[in-house]
């Protein structure tokens, strides 16, 4: 541990909150776990205990009673490990007593938290560790973000915790998720990602306790079944409610299970099971409309219904591409290039149909096009037209994985391979690719070392788990993809000559939302699909959307949409809901805009110093580091006085300078 905090400093500062109600910069959660923690468990700010380890057959039967939400965990966990791509960050799973179950994190961050009692079978609740993620979520029921000074103990002080609670299907908090890090501005951003993260372990673990119910989905948006989003309930064989999850709760207006729960579908929805199952079936899996019994709210629901997935054939073809797509880092919405599947663009169109001619052949395909321009969905559309489409289509994205788990996520590991790894070891991507498509995304940012692994797999079509001298053949299609000028990095010796060409069996250029002939008509699509096909645009607003350059392209289209369509509440969706397309935007191009109020020099100044942001930081370095560059703005670019307000060391925020690439020679 690093970078603490003054031990009687902080004591005092937890004195003063607790017995003089002195609480400015403290919120009421942490207050009232300090309380605890002085007046309940008799703890001492500056003597923390080592937290009690769990072992031996205490512990194994500990995770036996708990294997069912381990194993609906690990996936989850890992790929939200890689979604934060950073190497100080754990993601940790505990029990309801708050014993850790599992961990994943790098080998060097499990060092440094090891002396601290950070270990699988370390018991942390309050009474243990004071106040903290895991213990505080566990007493607080309820997310938590405990940033560094709000430990109680001053050995924690350098640690920033975010946690949520996980909930079983018969709504009992049995686990809790945590991410631990250094970082003290991340955790807002970190908890969307846990909440997110554990409602798709809660839907893992309603499947897995009723693999024989009938699973039905449902939403208002019919586009939002099969997403993170859906509600999701479990019947018997004669309609009667045995499960539902959150969603299904908020969306029928219940406040908990027992609500719903050993009523028949028909008293909920104006159908049957077998009504709905029968029209499930016929419509292929695609929602079907069903309507609410007397029920507040949303009266029109959008839902399917499927046999149980303990009988054997039963998963549904939709069901077996949801499944399928679970390969690819989870996102819970569309795809930010989603009318790319169906092009009105002629040249896209036209290098659709070139692409399946050449891949039909056996040969890869490389696409080249700026962030955001939908090579990802273009390579979904070019898999479904394929030879291999009843196969899944794996994606991976080089750039957004640490380099240290990039090996293990393509080729797959042996038990024990690193910390956090399964127990059972894990298929790589490419095997998991095996039959149908591997899409390698931002192949430009592979290592070096890496790349030589992957050239040798193309090759002799036969892949190498770590850990393991045993070969399995595999065949599958590949689509490579990149931002980059692959051949620039080539000269410059940062790719490889030889894998290049053996990914390079054409190359497509996909073309800017800004030069695609059928702009206006993915504007209108994409807000369909954002607001059910219910919201209706402003001729100013569509001009502004029509002149407005889009460097994010379809992502940055799609995202502006979605936030139009929640500012407007089901109104009009004017210029005024668009505020992001605004700022820095030329008059003259925007007729609605109102004119920009004038910047100082001064601060026209710094805003023109202002880096933009790296393409290699991932969401969360991005939205920190523009955190960072608004305070260092706010202290006219005084490191001083930005270190005393985030109550860190100056080399502390040098280094975290550094990390975000803000050059230090623009300090003042």
Excluded at 479 to 498: I, K, Y
């Amino acid at each position: 541990m690093t970078e603490l905090m003054a031990p009687d400093r902080h004591s005092d500062r937890i004195m003063s909150v607790v017995q003089q109600g002195l609480r400015a910069n403290t919120s009421e959660l942490v207050a009232n776990s300090w309380m605890r923690c002085l007046n309940d468990y008799r703890l001492d700010p500056d003597r923390p205990p080592r937290p009690p380890v769990f072992g031996g057959a205490a512990m194994e039967a500990r995770k036996h009673r708990m294997s069912d939400v381990i194993e609906c965990a690990r996936f989850e966990m890992t790929t939200l490990y890689q979604q934060l791509a950073d190497a100080e960050t754990a993601v940790v799973l505990t029990d309801a007593d708050g014993v850790i179950l599992h961990m994943v994190l790098s080998p060097e961050f499990a060092s440094e938290l090891e002396p601290a009692g950070f270990t699988v079978g370390a018991l942390w609740n309050e009474a243990e560790a004071g106040t903290n993620g895991m213990g505080t979520c566990l007493a607080a029921a309820e997310p938590v973000s405990v940033r560094q000074e709000d430990h109680f103990f001053t050995q924690f002080t350098s640690l920033t915790c975010s946690a949520v609670p996980v909930v079983d299907p018969a709504g009992r908090m049995v686990a809790v998720l945590d991410v631990t890090s250094r970082s003290a501005l991340m955790q807002q951003h970190v908890l969307v990602l846990l909440g997110m993260t554990a409602r798709m372990i809660e839907n893992r673990l309603m499947d897995q306790r009723y693999r024989t119910a009938h699973p039905v989905h449902f939403h208002t948006r019919p586009e939002l079944v099969y997403t993170l989003h859906e509600g999701r309930l479990a019947l018997d064989d004669d309609g009667t409610i045995l499960a539902a999850n959150r969603s299904a709760l908020f969306q029928l207006g219940a406040t908990s299970l027992e609500e719903v729960r050993s009523r028949r579908i028909e008293e909920v929805f104006q159908t049957t099971l077998e009504d709905i199952l029968e029209r499930s079936s016929s419509s292929s899996f695609h929602p079907v409309v069903t309507y609410r019994v007397n029920g507040a709210g949303a009266h029109r629901f959008f839902a399917v219904a499927r046999r149980p997935a303990s009988e054997a054939g039963s998963q549904s073809p939709e069901a077996k591409r949801v499944t399928s797509a679970r390969t690819v880092p989870a996102r819970c919405a569309p795809a930010a290039g989603g009318a790319t599947a169906k092009p009105g663009d002629p040249k896209v169109a036209a290098q659709l149909e070139t692409a399946r001619r050449v891949i039909a052949r056996g040969t890869p395909v490389l696409l080249r096009g700026e962030t955001g321009a939908g090579k990802e969905v273009f390579a979904r559309a070019l898999h479904e037209r394929s030879p291999h489409a009843s196969g899944s289509f794996v994606a991976v994205n080089c750039a957004s994985l640490p380099e240290h788990l990039i090996e293990a996520e393509l080729f797959g590991y042996r038990a024990g391979a690193f910390t956090g790894a399964q127990k059972t070891g894990r298929r790589g991507k490419i095997l998991q690719a095996d039959g149908g498509t591997l899409f390698l995304d931002e192949i430009g940012d592979m290592p070096l070392d890496l790349q030589a692994r992957l050239l040798r797999v193309l090759d002799e079509r036969r892949v190498t788990p770590l850990g393991t001298e045993d070969t399995q053949p595999v065949d599958f299609q590949l689509v490579s993809a990149s931002h980059r000028n692959l051949a620039e990095l080539v000269a410059e010796g940062r790719f490889r000559e030889d894998l290049y060409y053996r990914l390079n069996g054409i190359e497509l250029h996909l073309p800017a939302l800004r030069e695609r002939s059928d702009k206006r008509e993915l504007i209108h699509q994409i807000l369909r699909e954002e607001a059910g096909g219910n919201a209706r645009l402003s001729a100013e607003a569509e001009q502004l959307l029509m002149n407005h350059p889009w460097p994010g392209n379809v992502r940055q289209l799609r995202h502006a949409l979605r936030s139009a369509v929640a500012l407007a509440d089901g109104e009009l969706v004017g210029c005024e809901h668009l505020p992001s397309l605004q700022a820095g935007t030329n008059p003259a191009q925007t007729p609605c805009l109102p004119m920009l109020t004038a910047v100082p020099a001064a601060d026209a100044a710094v805003q023109a110093a202002g880096p933009a942001a790296p393409e290699r930081l991932n969401l969360i370095q991005a939205n920190e580091r523009q955190v960072v560059l608004q305070l260092l703005e706010q202290h006219r670019w005084n490191v001083s006085n930005v270190a005393k307000s985030l109550d860190v060391s100056r080399n502390t925020l040098y280094r975290k300078l550094h990390k975000l690439q803000i050059p230090v020679s623009q300090r003042a």
